[in-house]
Structure formats: C-alpha cells, structure tokens
C-alpha cells in the first residue's frame, strides 16, 4: 500500500509559476515511477508528466512541455511539479499518482492516488 499527498496548488496569475509536491509513504518497486495527472470540469482527465523512480525518464505531454518539469527527491520519498509560465487553462485539478513511466509516456495502470490539489491561473 502507498500513501501519496499532493501539496503546493493555488490560485496564480497568468505567467506565474507553482510548485506541486507528491509525497509518498514509500519509493518501492511495487510501481515504477510517479505519474502527474490534471483534470479540469468537463474535460478528460490527462496524463501531463511522469518520472521514473528507478532511471533518469521522464515524460511531458505536448500541452506542458518547455513548461513544467517533473523531479524526484528519492531521500524524501517525494516528486514535484515545477510549473512556470502558467496559463489560464491549466487550471484544473491535479493529482499524482504511483504506476509506470517511461521517456515515451505514462504506462501501465495506476493504482494509488493523491487526493488532488486545485490549481487556479487567473487571466
């Protein structure tokens, strides 16, 4: 069982920036990496990023690449979300979640969640 908890969402100007953090009760090879998921009302939910717990990959999908980047903190069981330049519709709510990655996307299934955190970009 892995515990994970998403800090760090609010409400942001346009072209500002936010830190998420995703803090797991345990980095274990039940999962391979930490993926970041968003969803705003009425939309799909999207896989936006994710990185390896056990390499170097990562992943972004064209919505956030050049834009956010995804980090892991292996001493503190955590990853974050480096978001900058944010616009308004990357408002939503964003969660992560513990399943697969690889350079070339989001893998597998994904059997633990955080609770969300709400991100909010004002135009």
């Known amino acids: 069982q892995v515990q994970l908890v998403e800090s760090g969402g609010g409400l942001v100007q346009a072209g500002g920036s936010l830190r998420l953090s995703c803090a797991a009760s345990?980095?274990?090879?039940?999962?391979?990496?930490i993926a970041w998921f968003r969803q705003a009302p009425g939309r799909e939910r999207e896989g936006i990023s994710c990185?390896?717990?056990?390499?170097?990959?990562?992943y972004y999908s064209p919505s956030v690449k050049g834009r956010f980047t995804v980090s892991r903190d292996n001493a503190k069981n955590t990853v974050y979300l480096q978001m900058n330049s944010l616009k308004p519709e990357d408002t939503a709510i964003y969660s992560c979640a513990a399943g697969g990655c690889t350079s070339a996307g989001l893998t597998g299934s994904y059997a633990y969640w955080g609770q969300g955190t709400q991100v909010t970009v004002s135009s």
């Open positions: 990185i390896s717990v056990t390499d170097s990959s990562t």
């Open positions: 345990t980095f274990t090879l039940d999962y391979k990496g």
